[in-house]
């Protein structure tokens, strides 16, 4: 998938799996509008119910608190729309396929040092923390915002940074150079980029992005009128489902068995939220009857909490053509992917099994 204004693309997903560190030349983009170009003078300001507003230059947030190092994974909201509008019913919205999600390292301070600076403390219920990039014009709105209840970004371990480097190097500018919001376990959409304003408030973003997309609506709502009444009843994304995908072999390949009659699959498996890790992964030639258990890869040591895991099954398929294979996955907080999830006009959050369709094996 490619659309060039704003940039929105993904990798093959061959590519995609065949690195547990994705690569920042291959990841995934998405955007509502231009990308700015900003300069090492950005300031990043923190205001709202604090003690004490703040006001911080890139080279503050590099030195003035420690740096925090944290792999995980990015996913779309939107990942594997193609396959909910193919497999279920037509849906509003990008066609995305299975490889909008990348698994990076991220380095910055961390949200809690950054809102404590600013006075806010422990125990305070019912706030908000407000992201917003005034940088460029968005397709439905002036600015691009987004909001998480103040809880998930004072957890000592919830893994949220304001982040200044990817994979090693500064930001590029399309992920958002000199920083970015990093919300682990939360979709895409929240993950702010260029941010330039921190607000702890009584309420939500208001942005449309928050209010008016990125939700799940209920299956009878079918076009854009009938969604009218639902947006302000239905509450934001915000944790990403648990999902597997299948990467090796593709939709429509051909593939030829080895002298033992086995065929590799290899896939991606995310958490649901913050039930990570992935704890297993099958694999299906039977649509579901029979499963047989993946090999999650070993990560070298890293720290599995926020990460993807990338797994590998050994098959023996039958031979001949319209062979499907399709994988599930289950994570530590006892989630287990379905068949399909509940379709929803714009076509977020599809974790339904994981298919390879349409191969032709020899």
Known sequence: MYVDSPLNREPSIKKLVASYITPTEIS??????????????????????????????????????????????LECAGNRRHTMRTMLKEVDGIDWGDAAVMNCRWKGPRMRDVLRRAGVGEGRQG???EFSCHQAKCQDDEWFGASVPLERCLLEDGGAILALEMNGAPLTPKH?????????GVIGARWVKWLDRVTVSEHESRNFYQQLDYKVLPPEVVDRASAQRYWDRIPPMFDMPMNSVIGVPEDNDTVSLDSSGIMEVKGYA?????????????????RGMTWIEAMIEDAGGENRRWCWVLWTAAVRPEKGTGREIVSRAFDAGGNVQQEHSQWNLRGVGYNGYGRARNLTIL
């Open 127 to 129: 706030l908000h923390v």
């Open 176 to 184: 958002g150079y000199p920083v970015r919001v990093i919300m682990p």
């Open 28 to 73: 995934y983009d998405r955007n509502h509008g231009p990308i700015p170009h900003l300069s090492a003078s950005h300031t990043v300001h923190v205001d709202g119910l604090v003690s004490t507003r703040l006001a911080l230059s890139i080279q503050q947030l590099a030195t003035d608190f420690p740096q925090q190092e944290v792999i995980c994974a």
């Open 270 to 286: 995310v958490p649901q939220g913050a039930h990570s890790p992935v704890t297993r992964v099958q694999v299906s030639m039977d």
